[in-house]
């Protein structure tokens, strides 16, 4: 259908004078007797075009003024009469769909709550248009930032038979329906389509180690699972996972290389979405583009577990999970670290080996792994890091002691044994940093169709 992105005539690359067509959706209309306004949006822009509509001249569709029809307009492109831009003076419409007067999306500004009920609709406001333009623009940003520095784009299995996080999240991959024929559960899976247990995977780190001790520097973009029960505004069932994993790096060279990421993406973002971003700052977080700015200028802080604790102790705050070394950090205690003590985002380093995975490289004081997780204030943890354990008979160590099935693991331990290199990695949760970036407070607000605890449509 031949016509003009509105984006392009908003931005004044079509000129005042020019014919055009326009298609689009009827945002807000004002009809009278004489005239008729109509502001349309088609996707393109968060702008809308306002249409005029001259009865003297052209007797517009019932149709054209209902909220939410969908138009095709040909018009003269003017200086706005408001002398805020153009507008289009029209000379024909049709309407290519009406909408009914039940169209859910009556008032202009409604609460986030209420279009969770109506996800196939939302997408059409601009709030949503905004989150789904920067998400866009940042997934490209993120390729690029790989792709300039020469990592390989890896696409790893969301089918798996092994449990990467070992924390008993991943959802059942099964053809077998109920049945009581099964005397036990080995009997069960080996019926079952992969003959054995599968899952979908909670990350791509595995099969992403066996790629970078390969090809070097990868990464991977796709989604993962976890079958939490966590019915909280920063989880999902499905996200998307970044999941870069570098041959020959230890803990400070890939937390280097977090920071640059973040920063990369960040300052990308506020080059192509700024009017985007100036409406986030209007509509949901005061002062997110300085937030932005001193991420981009200023050094992460990189603070050790044990004097975080230490400091959350001393800090006289009465938190619901009480704090002490050992502990796993809380929601409240990581926003109090990078919210209330540091101010800014925060790599918290070497937290003790019970609370985290079995994968993660031990360090020599027996009680610590190289581990980081990257905390950002409003949101918590967006980054899981860590440097990976190279030695073959601590890894099995640490697996042993967790009671895993090392025969599910064989190509993994494998990459111990052949060659074993130092090397790291880290899980960006695609969601937690476009909530940080967009200050969209619910996870469920950043994704087009959530996945949570009892919801799915
Ligand atoms: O900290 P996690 O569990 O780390 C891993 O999966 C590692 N294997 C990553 C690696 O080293 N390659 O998850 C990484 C990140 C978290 O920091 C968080 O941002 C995001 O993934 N994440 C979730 N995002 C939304 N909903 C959930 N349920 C999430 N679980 C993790
Ligand atoms: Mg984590």
Same mark, same amino acid.
């Given at each position: 259908?031949?016509?003009?992105?509105?984006?392009?005539?908003?931005?004044?690359?079509?000129?005042?004078?020019?014919?055009?067509?326009?298609?689009?959706?009827?945002?807000?209309?004002?009809?009278?007797?004489?005239?008729?306004?109509?502001?349309?949006?088609?996707?393109?822009?968060?702008?809308?075009?306002?249409?005029?509509?001259?009865?003297?001249?052209?007797?517009?569709?019932?149709?054209?003024?209902?909220?939410?029809?969908?138009?095709?307009?040909?018009?003269?492109?003017?200086?706005?009469?408001?002398?805020?831009?153009?507008?289009?003076?029209?000379?024909?419409?049709?309407?290519?769909?009406?909408?009914?007067?039940?169209?859910?999306?009556?008032?202009?500004?409604?609460?986030?709550?209420?279009?969770?009920?109506?996800?196939?609709?939302?997408?059409?406001?601009?709030?949503?248009?905004?989150?789904?333009?920067?998400?866009?623009?940042?997934?490209?940003?993120?390729?690029?930032?790989?792709?300039?520095?020469?990592?390989?784009?890896?696409?790893?299995?969301?089918?798996?038979?092994?449990?990467?996080?070992?924390?008993?999240?991943?959802?059942?991959?099964?053809?077998?329906?109920?049945?009581?024929?099964?005397?036990?559960?080995?009997?069960?899976?080996?019926?079952?389509?992969?003959?054995?247990?599968?899952?979908?995977?909670?990350?791509?780190?595995?099969?992403?180690?066996?790629?970078?001790?390969?090809?070097?520097?990868?990464?991977?973009?796709?989604?993962?699972?976890?079958?939490?029960?966590?019915?909280?505004?920063?989880?999902?069932?499905?996200?998307?996972?970044?999941?870069?994993?570098?041959?020959?790096?230890?803990?400070?060279?890939?937390?280097?290389?977090?920071?640059?990421?973040?920063?990369?993406?960040?300052?990308?973002?506020?080059?192509?979405?700024?009017?985007?971003?100036?409406?986030?700052?209007?509509?949901?977080?005061?002062?997110?583009?300085?937030?932005?700015?001193?991420?981009?200028?200023?050094?992460?802080?990189?603070?050790?577990?044990?004097?975080?604790?230490?400091?959350?102790?001393?800090?006289?705050?009465?938190?619901?999970?009480?704090?002490?070394?050992?502990?796993?950090?809380?929601?409240?205690?990581?926003?109090?670290?990078?919210?209330?003590?540091?101010?800014?985002?925060?790599? =918290? +380093?070497?937290?003790?080996? $019970? *609370?985290?995975?079995?994968?993660?490289?031990?360090?020599?004081?027996? &009680?610590? !792994? /190289? %581990?980081?997780?990257? =905390? +950002?204030?409003?949101?918590? $943890? *967006?980054?899981?890091?860590?440097?990976?354990?190279?030695?073959?008979? &601590?890894? !099995? /160590? %640490?697996?042993?002691?967790?009671?895993?099935?090392?025969?599910?693991?064989?190509?993994?331990?494998?990459?111990?044994?052949?060659?074993?290199?130092?090397?790291?990695?880290?899980?960006?949760?695609?969601?937690?940093?476009?909530?940080?970036?967009?200050?969209?407070?619910?996870?469920?607000?950043?994704?087009?169709?959530?996945?949570?605890?009892?919801?799915?449509?």
């Amino acid at each position: 259908m031949q016509h003009t992105d509105i984006r392009e005539i908003a931005s004044g690359v079509i000129p005042v004078g020019a014919t055009v067509t326009v298609c689009g959706w009827v945002r807000t209309a004002r009809d009278s007797k004489n005239m008729a306004f109509i502001e349309l949006n088609d996707g393109t822009t968060l702008k809308h075009m306002q249409i005029v509509v001259d009865k003297a001249t052209l007797t517009p569709p019932a149709a054209a003024t209902h909220l939410g029809a969908a138009l095709r307009v040909v018009g003269t492109v003017v200086e706005a009469q408001n002398g805020r831009g153009v507008e289009i003076n029209a000379s024909a419409i049709d309407v290519l769909g009406d909408c009914p007067a039940d169209y859910p999306l009556q008032k202009k500004f409604q609460k986030l709550e209420t279009l969770r009920e109506a996800p196939h609709l939302r997408v059409r406001t601009n709030t949503f248009n905004a989150v789904f333009r920067v998400r866009s623009v940042m997934a490209a940003a993120i390729h690029r930032f790989f792709q300039e520095r020469g990592y390989v784009y890896v696409n790893t299995p969301l089918i798996t038979g092994s449990d990467c996080e070992g924390a008993g999240e991943m959802f059942q991959v099964t053809t077998i329906g109920y049945s009581d024929k099964y005397h036990s559960r080995e009997e069960y899976y080996a019926n079952d389509f992969f003959g054995r247990r599968a899952g979908l995977s909670v990350s791509g780190q595995l099969e992403g180690e066996v790629a970078a001790t390969a090809f070097g520097k990868i990464y991977t973009f796709g989604p993962s699972f976890r079958a939490e029960n966590s019915n909280t505004p920063r989880h999902v069932a499905e996200f998307w996972h970044i999941e870069p994993e570098v041959a020959f790096a230890e803990l400070p060279d890939i937390i280097k290389i977090a920071e640059e990421m973040i920063k990369y993406i960040i300052s990308d973002v506020m080059a192509n979405c700024p009017v985007e971003l100036a409406f986030f700052e209007e509509r949901f977080e005061a002062g997110l583009l300085d937030k932005l700015r001193h991420v981009v200028e200023n050094d992460f802080a990189i603070v050790e577990y044990t004097d975080a604790i230490e400091q959350l102790k001393a800090s006289g705050r009465q938190f619901e999970y009480p704090v002490e070394w050992g502990c796993d950090l809380q929601t409240e205690h990581e926003r109090y670290i990078t919210e209330v003590l540091y101010k800014k985002p925060v790599f =918290l +380093v070497n937290y003790p080996k $019970e *609370i985290k995975s079995f994968y993660m490289k031990q360090n020599p004081d027996g &009680k610590t !792994v /190289a %581990a980081t997780d990257l =905390l +950002v204030p409003g949101v918590g $943890e *967006i980054i899981g890091c860590s440097e990976r354990e190279a030695d073959y008979d &601590k890894l !099995v /160590a %640490a697996m042993e002691a967790r009671h895993m099935d090392l025969s599910a693991y064989r190509d993994y331990l494998d990459l111990r044994k052949y060659g074993s290199v130092p090397h790291s990695g880290f899980g960006l949760g695609f969601e937690r940093i476009l909530m940080y970036v967009t200050g969209m407070q619910n996870i469920r607000d950043v994704i087009l169709y959530p996945r949570t605890v009892g919801s799915i449509r």
